[in-house]
């Protein structure tokens, strides 16, 4: 193979990809439509031209053959009053009107049956442009229908990767943090509480167990429901220093 063949080759092959790529479908059927339009308006003009011929020869043999009877009248008016003659060139009038009568006729039968093919390619083609109307809308809509989908999946194929759709992952990623975050903070903050509560009730029992003590020192009895006042309590007739600072400790109590 030579190199003009290949080179002519790859230029065929690019300028066919590209004029595949510029055609536009629904431009293409709108041309198409109007080309076979045009088609229509030549056939019918066509028609019409082969009509007009054929009702003209249709007038012109007619009128050769009415000229054809009139010289056959002609003829026997001649031969009736014994000329013989007149007849004879009346005859050969006749003879010749009937003449081109005849071509006339072969003619207009050739002229017929051209019209009427002609009629029926017209009516054809009128079909085919209605069926074409028909179908070009229905291959636009189909079309559009077409480049709206691959336009949608496009969109949807690039949603991964859009910054659009990045934006919304990382702030999806920022609210489950900030909520584990929350979560930790409340777990937190419940411990903190339960370790209040728990120091609290460790300090009543501390409290109750030095009642007990004070008690037995005294000799008295611990009510559980509340702390005894000062007021209450029966002091001994000799208050020793131990017994006084005890006291001492009570009336603190009291006031906290």
């Given at each position: 193979m030579g190199l003009f063949d290949r080179l002519g080759r790859v230029v065929r092959a690019n300028l066919n990809d590209l004029v595949s790529k510029a055609e536009d479908p629904e431009k293409i059927l709108e041309q198409a439509i109007i080309d076979m339009q045009e088609d229509l308006v030549q056939l019918r003009q066509a028609v019409a031209q082969v009509i007009a011929s054929q009702k003209r020869t249709e007038q012109q043999y007619n009128k050769?053959?009415?000229?054809?009877?009139?010289?056959?009248?002609?003829a026997q008016l001649a031969l009736s009053k014994g000329d013989e003659d007149l007849a004879r060139q009346a005859l050969q009038r006749k003879k010749a009107a009937s003449d081109t009568a005849g071509m006339l006729k072969q003619q207009l039968d050739q002229q017929f049956s051209q019209s009427e093919q002609m009629k029926k390619n017209?009516?054809?083609?009128?079909?085919?442009?209605?069926?074409?109307?028909?179908?070009?809308?229905?291959?636009?809509?189909?079309?559009?229908?077409?480049?709206?989908?691959k336009q949608l999946q496009s969109a949807v194929s690039s949603m991964g990767t859009s910054s659009a759709m990045g934006a919304f992952?990382?702030?999806?990623?920022?609210?489950?943090?900030?909520?584990?975050?929350?979560?930790?903070?409340?777990?937190?903050?419940?411990?903190?509480?339960?370790?209040?509560?728990?120091?609290?009730?460790?300090?009543?029992?501390?409290?109750?167990?030095?009642?007990?003590?004070?008690?037995?020192?005294?000799?008295?009895?611990?009510?559980?429901?509340?702390?005894?006042?000062?007021?209450?309590?029966q002091p001994e007739k000799s208050a020793s220093p131990v017994d006084t600072e005890l006291e001492q400790l009570r009336q603190q109590l009291d006031k906290m």
């Amino acid at each position: 193979m030579g190199l003009f063949d290949r080179l002519g080759r790859v230029v065929r092959a690019n300028l066919n990809d590209l004029v595949s790529k510029a055609e536009d479908p629904e431009k293409i059927l709108e041309q198409a439509i109007i080309d076979m339009q045009e088609d229509l308006v030549q056939l019918r003009q066509a028609v019409a031209q082969v009509i007009a011929s054929q009702k003209r020869t249709e007038q012109q043999y007619n009128k050769n053959q009415a000229e054809a009877n009139s010289w056959q009248q002609r003829a026997q008016l001649a031969l009736s009053k014994g000329d013989e003659d007149l007849a004879r060139q009346a005859l050969q009038r006749k003879k010749a009107a009937s003449d081109t009568a005849g071509m006339l006729k072969q003619q207009l039968d050739q002229q017929f049956s051209q019209s009427e093919q002609m009629k029926k390619n017209l009516i054809a083609l009128e079909s085919k442009i209605g069926e074409a109307k028909t179908k070009k809308e229905m291959l636009k809509a189909r079309a559009k229908a077409a480049q709206a989908n691959k336009q949608l999946q496009s969109a949807v194929s690039s949603m991964g990767t859009s910054s659009a759709m990045g934006a919304f992952e990382r702030m999806e990623d920022k609210v489950l943090s900030l909520e584990a975050e929350s979560q930790s903070a409340y777990e937190l903050a419940g411990t903190g509480l339960e370790s209040q509560f728990a120091q609290l009730e460790a300090g009543s029992d501390v409290d109750y167990e030095l009642e007990m003590m004070k008690a037995q020192l005294t000799g008295g009895s611990v009510n559980q429901g509340a702390l005894p006042s000062s007021s209450t309590a029966q002091p001994e007739k000799s208050a020793s220093p131990v017994d006084t600072e005890l006291e001492q400790l009570r009336q603190q109590l009291d006031k906290m």
